[in-house]
């Protein structure tokens, strides 16, 4: 049994013996250099990274990070152990730093950093912005004029870039020179105590701009004085009452704008109100409405609302109508009234407003009827399931005439 032991053992160790020692490779970091290159270029130039190396790999890829993105290159590599590494047009075209990365097997072994400037060598574009398009005349508002001036690849230009700036006003035309800050230039056109259009334009390098205008609208409207008059003054609801106003201008003598609403507020000798509008035309503005039905007496007064406001107006109506007949028959039941006349004798247009108050003996009122007229006359009827038999007291009211009737309301 030791005997077998021993064996055993000495198989063991023999094996042990025999086992080959790992072998330690150790990497070795290639050599890479960048070959002279230059430090800025101008937007639209080919450009180009050239790197040497002492190893033959092609696992070498370039990083390239601009404002436009973020991108990786693969090398063109010959047998004098170059690699050549080509930028993308679309990343030589956008003017600002430029970083790249060299890296192998995503180890960064080369960084850098160049810059592409703008490229003021071609032609200049001009992208120009003014507004407000509209401006009200005065010392207070205006219009800025912005031009952003870039390259033939859309990069801002340098600040520091010259612009020409024309504005014509009327019979002036007026010309300055500004230069641009953080890739934009940019001018105040003031509004003009008179109104009209304002154009202007720009010039970069030789390039000019669209023309662009804004419009100088009057100021707020002033005071100002209105009239009114009529084909005849007789309160026949039918005729039409115009109210006008003389040249309504802003405080620097500018007619107000086409369209300006102004309100016109009647009052009438009981402190009720009426009211109509209109609008103007060459600054001027005219507004109408019909006569009343009755004797009136009416103040008018006319507002630009938050602006201006007229004159009080004085205009008097005088009756049309004197008197009207009254007719009662089956049993008073049946109320005739009419014909209405006017002040020639002729029949009122249709539509004038008759109202009928019912009280009875006690003089307690129970309802009122309304009608109008038609071909100069109208009919009310008390009908029994309405208004049972009895005596009643009957105010008829039209045209500003009252007449109070007592009736003994019965069958028929």
């Not at 004029?145 to 007026?174: C, H, M, R, W």
């Not at 105040?188 to 259009?197: A, F, I, L, P």
């Not at 008759?354 to 100069?376: M, P, V």
């Not at 008390?382 to 007592?406: M, N, S």
Request: net charge neutral; proline share 4%; with cysteine.
């Amino acid at each position: 049994m030791r005997f077998k032991v021993i064996i055993v053992l000495s198989l063991f160790l023999f094996g042990c013996s025999s086992k080959k020692e790992p072998e330690i490779k150790q990497s070795v970091s290639p050599k890479v250099s960048l070959v002279a290159m230059q430090n800025s270029f101008v937007a639209g130039d080919s450009i180009s990274l050239l790197f040497k190396t002492d190893t033959p790999t092609n696992k070498f890829k370039l990083q390239i990070k601009n404002a436009y993105g973020n991108t990786l290159l693969a090398s063109k590599k010959d047998s004098s152990k170059l690699l050549l590494f080509k930028l993308p047009k679309n990343f030589t075209r956008l003017a600002g730093p430029c970083r790249w990365k060299l890296l192998q097997e995503e180890k960064t072994v080369l960084q850098g950093e160049f810059e592409i400037g703008v490229n003021a060598t071609k032609a200049t574009f001009i992208e120009s912005y003014f507004g407000p398009r509209s401006i009200t005349a005065g010392y207070n508002d205006f219009s800025m004029l912005t031009i952003a001036p870039t390259d033939v690849y859309d990069n801002p230009l340098d600040n520091g870039t010259e612009v020409t700036v024309k504005y014509q006003f009327l019979e002036n035309i007026s010309e300055l020179k500004i230069t641009s800050q953080n890739f934009m230039a940019w001018y105040n056109v003031r509004s003009t105590t008179k109104s009209g259009r304002i154009l202007v334009s720009s010039e970069c390098n030789g390039t000019t701009s669209k023309e662009l205008a804004t419009i100088v609208y009057p100021s707020n409207a002033t005071n100002f004085s209105i009239s009114a008059s009529s084909a005849h003054n007789f309160a026949d609801g039918n005729q039409i009452v115009t109210f006008t106003s003389d040249i309504i201008r802003d405080e620097f003598g500018n007619m107000v704008s086409n369209g300006t609403l102004v309100t016109f507020i009647i009052k009438n000798e009981k402190d009720s109100y009426l009211y109509t509008i209109g609008t103007t035309l060459n600054g001027i503005v005219e507004a109408r409405t019909l006569h009343p039905d009755q004797a009136s007496q009416w103040e008018i007064q006319a507002f630009v609302t938050g602006a201006a406001e007229s004159n009080t107006a004085a205009f008097s109506f005088k009756p049309a109508i004197k008197d009207y007949p009254v007719y009662f028959s089956k049993g008073n039941r049946n109320i005739a009234i009419g014909p209405f006349e006017s002040f020639m004798k002729q029949l009122i247009p249709d539509g004038l407003l008759l109202q009928l108050d019912i009280y009875d003996a006690n003089g307690e009122f129970i309802e009122s009827k309304k009608t109008t007229t038609k071909n100069g006359a109208c009919t009310i009827f008390l009908g029994e399931h309405f208004l049972p038999e009895g005596e009643y007291t009957l105010k008829l009211e039209a045209a500003g005439i009252t007449k109070e009737f007592t009736k003994n309301i019965h069958g028929y």
